[in-house]
């Protein structure tokens, strides 16, 4: 087992973790599912259970699979920890276990870190998440959860507690699988940094990701965005099909009110993206205002994401070195992945009255990129 400070074929994989949705047939592009559907697949149309988030896929040749955490922290930093059976992009690769670590500090200190691991130090339960590659673990239950990473330098010890249940858009199944575990959560614990160990608290998140195909087969775009809103969560994401599959657009929402989700049914969301110019290092169209509204007979909320920032421009093609690298350009690959700070205002009308306007000043939002932009 080995850590290195920077392990660029998965830094894609940390950057977007929570950013997947929903098994990677392909086959049609909607989380909604029928009785029939929920029975092919197992699961329960109104309960998750703890199996689902084990492990799904053998981490062999064709498949990919990752857990994923995140924190944000009372002292303004912010922790992603992702497990992962192997680099998504390759899923025909075999069984390359490897955690990655990324802590962002409020000075502006950036530790990015990764723990690699022989197959033989991977283990992962199918009835529970309990998640092993080499010294770094992660196990839980739906409703609370141990994280532990180390290697030589730097260490986590961390326990997230869900607060809000966890939640599948429909199956879950749709380009991928996704399943939120821990929409929200509070987290506390020590983190070990340059040698100093303070304790550590804040809320958190994690999911749990799967598939069996080439996510650049499947997917054109994504946006994805998660925000605590006053006392609202929310989880948005608008995900484009390749134009293999018709370039089809599914929305995901889910909107909770302090522990109970309250609006959650993809086929009452509309989604608009305006104030659109071409990013000038990734070449790629970015919206300045993305904006969800979700409507439910006389009650409407309204979700307005508008960037101020941007936090990450990163080209692909820039992350691989040498041969790899000179292969992807002449592919043509120009695949781009950018993160966006700003502010996320959440409006609830009823019966056409606008009752109430909340806004967080510190959204943090993504656009993952993988197809040509239009010409």
């Known amino acids: 087992m080995k850590a290195r400070t920077l392990l660029a074929p998965m830094l894609a994989a940390a950057l977007i973790g929570c950013a997947s949705t929903g098994p990677a047939t392909g086959a049609a592009a909607h989380t ?26 053998s981490g062999g040749r064709g498949t990919y699979e990752w857990w994923y955490f995140d924190f944000s922290l009372d002292d303004g930093s912010t922790l992603v920890i992702v497990y992962l059976t192997k680099d998504f992009t390759r899923p025909q690769a075999p069984l390359s276990p490897v955690v990655t670590f990324s802590f962002d500090g409020p000075d502006g200190t950036t ?26 673990t992660a196990a839980g239950d739906l409703r609370g959860y141990t ?4 290697d030589a330098d730097v260490s986590a010890d961390l326990r997230l507690a ?22 929200k959560g509070t987290v506390e614990g020590t983190l070990s940094i340059g040698g100093a160990t303070p304790i550590v608290t804040g809320v958190g998140y994690h999911d749990h990701n799967w ?23 929310v989880i948005s994401s608008t995900i484009t099909a390749t134009d293999r599959y018709g370039g089809a657009a599914l929305p995901v929402f889910m909107l909770a009110l302090g522990d109970a989700i309250i609006a959650d049914d993809a086929a009452k969301v509309r989604f608009s993206a305006d104030e659109v110019f071409t990013d000038t290092l990734t070449g790629k169209p970015v919206a300045g205002r993305l904006v969800y509204e979700y409507e439910d007979g006389s009650s409407r909320y309204r979700i307005t994401y508008r960037r101020a920032t941007d936090l990450v421009r990163t080209m692909f093609v820039d992350l691989l070195t040498g041969f790899k690298r000179s292969l992807a350009r002449l592919a043509g690959f120009d695949g781009a992945y950018l993160r966006f700070a700003g502010t996320a205002t959440l409006e609830r009308f009823e019966d056409g009255r606008l009752v109430e306007t909340v806004s967080q000043e510190s959204a943090v939002w993504e656009l993952m990129y993988f197809g040509h932009a239009p010409r």
């Not at 925000?227 to 969560?233: E, F, L, M, Q, V």
């Open 32 to 57: 909604a599912a029928s009785a029939g559907e929920f029975s092919k697949l197992g699961l329960s149309p109104t309960r998750i259970e703890p199996w689902e988030d084990g492990a799904r896929m």
């Open 111 to 136: 530790v990015s870190r990764a723990v690699t691991a022989e197959a033989s130090d991977f283990s992962a339960a199918k009835d529970r998440c309990d998640v092993r590659i080499g010294a770094c």
């Open 147 to 150: 994280v532990h990473y180390e």
């Open 162 to 183: 869900g607060t809000v249940p966890a939640w599948r858009p429909g199956t879950g199944h749709a380009f991928f699988a996704w399943l939120p575990s821990v929409p």
């Open 211 to 233: 598939g069996n195909a080439p996510l650049l087969d499947l997917v054109h775009d994504w946006y994805w965005g998660r925000a605590r809103i006053g006392d609202y969560t």
